[in-house]
Structure formats: C-alpha cells, structure tokens
C-alpha cells in the first residue's frame, strides 16, 4: 500500500465546523482562546519553538518570559508556593501521585472524581479508597467521609493514604465541597490534600494556601484559554523537592515531566490569555449569577437541574423528562434534539443525549444564554403542538 493522493487528499487543512456556534460544552466554554492567544498561536506554532531560547530548563526562559510566568505570577494567581507547566490536568494528577505514593500504597479520591484521577493512580501503581456522595438529587460529597475513608486505610493497611483528592467542582453536577474541611480532616491524619481545579482554576478565584491545599491542578485547554493540551500544577514548598525532583543523571532535568513539558504553542497561548484569564475570575459573581438565572429559566421548563441548589457554579447537569419523551415519538428519536439546536446554531449537548445532559454557562453571556433558554422552549413547543 501507498499513500497516493487518493489518500493523502483526505488529509491537510480541515474546517472545525461548530466553532461559530454559541458553546455550552463545559469542555470547551472556558478554554476558547482569546484574541491575543490566536495570533500567539500562528506566531509560536512551530513545533517547539520556545525551545529556540531555552538554555536547557523550559521554566527558566527568561526571553519570551516563561520564568517570570511561572515563577513568579504563577504562584500569586494560584496563591501556593512553586509551579510548574505540564501537559494537562491528569498529567499534573499523575505527578503528584507517583511521586507521593509508593506502588500498593493508597490514595483516596472523592466518589465523583474524573475518570483520569483513577486511571492516573493506576498508572502510578496506587490503590484507590473513595469518598461516597449523597447520590440524586444533589450528589454533595460526604466532606466528613474522607475522615471515614484514611481511617479504613489505616485499619487495612496499617499506616495513612499517600495523597487524599477532592474535586472542584466535581465534572458532572458542577458541586463545590467544603474543601478548607476536608483539608482540616486530611492533615489531622498527616495525609497531604490535592485540588483537582480542572473547572475552577481560570474561571472563578482559587487560594490555595487559604484552602489548606498542599497541591493544586489546573487545565490550560479547560479553563485558561489555552491550546490544548497543557495543565498548572502548583506545590506547597513543603513537597516541592519531591514532585520537582531531579533525574541522577541529567542533572537539570526534573524526573516527574520527563524533563521538559508544554512547550511551543500551549504556553505562549497561555501566556497570551493571562491577562484576560486574571481579570475574568474578578467577575466570577456575575458568571454565578447567570447560570443561576439560566438554572431557573430552564426549570420553569421543566428541565430540573441536579447538584447544588443555589448553584454555585457554570457547570450544570440537567434532567430533561420532556425532551425524553418526545424522543420516544420523534422521527429522528433520541437525537432530535441535538439536531434541533444544530439548526439554532446552538453547540455542546452530546449527540443523542435526551434525558439526562451537562452544561456550562461560562463566558456565554446573558443575551446568548436567553437565546439558548428561549430555543429551548421553542423545540418544546414545536413537538408538544405536533402531537
């Protein structure tokens, strides 16, 4: 077999086609680039690029400056002690965890925790212990049960978890626990905490000394506005020198991140959205109070949104009884609905999710967001009048 034209011509240059759309994807409203981040993306899209100033350490590249980035703002936005880049959230999870844990040891992680928590403890070797939640409606965490959960490591294992985990907000319900408690309870064991801030941090302002956090893990492509895939991992001083440990034998390089992470495109996008980034999580009452009204423009519907009550966050996870039974009767059944806001211009509920979705709120805007609501309504009453 060759690679003619035949087949090299499905290949090259291929337009995203929801990228005009109104985004209400939780993936996708807080990473969207800003102005400055998309000519940063043509300027610094070679390859590595950056790699043309490095003298061997990519945090320390004074020229475009990624040191004073990371050393420097870094740890004011994030309030905690040292950071680094990394090539996402899970990436900057699975460093923490391998670093802190030795294999067969435990990590206990809150009951709603993303998937690639999980699957990074594996790869470190961990066992997981979870943390229980409410169940539906509100899926709340049960804050008193990570106390519950180190104590039945210790009863098991004979000695502490290596890490404990709390989400925030978990991805699905957009739930914020208690995390100054959980913290209290953790470091009444020894048991050092970890924030997974994958929808929080460049949304909404997160301190993490002010937490109690020891560790704190962001997403670049979720929420900075960044080209993806790139994370922020910050380190309480304490632990500095074991996550950020550094290889026998290439001495500069730091063993956790293979020596070198994001570099070329997804820091300078990152360091391009910044400023916005900052400014933005100042006005995070106003993106509450959005998807508060928005919650409730679509419960007049209906449509009950699950979680915390009021809501605290742009990420929502709606029950939809009306839109399920009308996919039961609907000629294109369970995916009418993501065609009938395809033709609205309306991009971000999964294809075929009728009954149960998430949301996000975040950035749309309160004209946008009563376009959405209003679209909603209007796909009802098309289909209930049909009957």
């Known amino acids: ?192 905490l970890m924030l997974n801030g994958a929808y929080s941090v460049g949304r909404m302002p997160i301190q993490a000394k002010k937490m109690g956090v020891d560790f704190v893990v962001g997403s670049g492509h979720k929420s900075m506005a960044s080209s993806g895939p790139i994370g922020v991992l910050g380190v309480r001083e304490d632990y500095a020198d074991i996550v950020f440990r550094k290889s026998s034998t290439h001495k500069v390089k730091e063993v956790e991140f293979l020596g070198c992470t994001a570099r070329g495109a997804t820091v300078m996008t990152m360091i391009a959205s910044f400023p916005e980034v900052v400014r933005r999580t100042r006005n995070w009452e106003n993106e509450v109070a959005d998807a508060r009204w928005f919650s409730s423009k679509l419960e007049d519907m209906g449509i009950i949104q699950m979680g915390d009550k009021p809501h605290n966050h742009d990420l929502m996870f709606f029950e939809a009884p009306v839109f399920y039974d009308i996919s039961q009767t609907a000629k294109k059944g369970r995916y009418f609905l993501y065609r009938e806001l395809k033709q609205r211009n309306i991009h971000g509920i999964k294809s075929g999710l009728t009954k149960y979705f998430k949301l996000s709120t975040f950035q749309v805007g309160r004209e946008n967001l009563s376009y959405v609501a209003d679209s909603f309504q209007e796909i009802i009453d098309k289909y209930q009048k049909a009957e």
Request: glycine share 8%; net charge negative; hydrophobic share 35%.
């Open 1 to 192: 077999m060759e690679l003619d034209d035949s087949i090299l011509n499905k290949f090259g240059f291929i337009a995203r086609g929801p990228k005009d759309a109104i985004n209400i994807d939780p993936l996708q409203t807080g990473g969207k680039l800003t102005e400055d981040a998309r000519k940063a993306l043509l300027e610094w899209g070679d390859g590595y690029s950056v790699c043309d100033f490095c003298g061997g350490v990519l945090d320390l590249i004074k020229k475009p400056p990624i040191e004073e980035f990371i050393h420097n703002a870094l740890p004011v936005f994030l309030d905690t002690d040292a950071v680094r880049i990394t090539h996402g959230a899970r990436e900057s999870k699975f460093a923490v965890m391998h670093s802190m844990g030795q294999e067969g040891d435990y990590v206990v992680l809150d009951g709603l925790a993303h998937y690639s928590s999980f699957v990074a403890a594996q790869r470190a070797r961990l066992n997981v212990k979870t943390v229980p939640h409410s169940g539906s409606p509100e899926y709340k965490t049960d804050v008193e049960g990570y106390a519950t959960a180190i104590e039945e490591v210790i009863r098991e294992t004979g000695k502490a978890p290596a890490l404990a985990q709390v989400t925030y907000p978990d991805g699905s319900y957009g739930n914020l626990a208690d995390v100054k408690r959980i913290s209290d309870i953790c470091h009444s064991y020894d048991v050092p």
